[in-house]
Nanobody
Framework: QVQLVESGGGLVQPGGSLRLSCAAS????????MGWYRQPPGKQRELVAI???????NTGRSAKDRFTISRDNAKNSVYLEMNILRPEDTAVYYC?????????WGQGTQVTVSS
């Protein structure tokens, strides 16, 4: 089992920035991929960005140009730097990890972009 704990969400004004962090614990060996999904109000969960253990990144449309994902394998952590935030970025952001084809999810952290 892998446990994921997110931090860094909150309320930010349009145009602002936030940095989300996610730390994995438990059986952390051979985590192939870590990343972020988000679920806006009333919508389905969608990919933000995923990074594998080799550093290859898969980015969803929502993250292009404004969001940057990074991973610290030594700390079993993944980060999401979000810039130029827009009201449509308001969502619950979920940390994700895949280990031996099993998907794990964090509890989610709320990001609200509003003036």
């Amino acid at each position: 089992q892998v446990q994921l704990v997110e931090s860094g969400g909150g309320l930010v004004q349009p145009g602002g920035s936030l940095r989300l962090s996610c730390a994995a614990s438990g059986n952390i060996f051979n985590i192939a991929a870590m990343g972020w999904y988000r679920q806006p109000p009333g919508k389905q969960r969608e990919l933000v960005a995923i990074i594998n253990s080799g550093g290859t990144i898969n980015t969803g449309r929502s993250a292009k140009d404004r969001f940057t994902i990074s991973r610290d394998n030594a700390k079993n952590s993944v980060y999401l730097e979000m810039n130029i935030l827009r009201p449509e970025d308001t969502a619950v952001y979920y940390c994700y990890a895949q280990q031996r084809l099993i998907n794990y999810w964090g509890q989610g952290t709320q990001v609200t972009v509003s003036s």
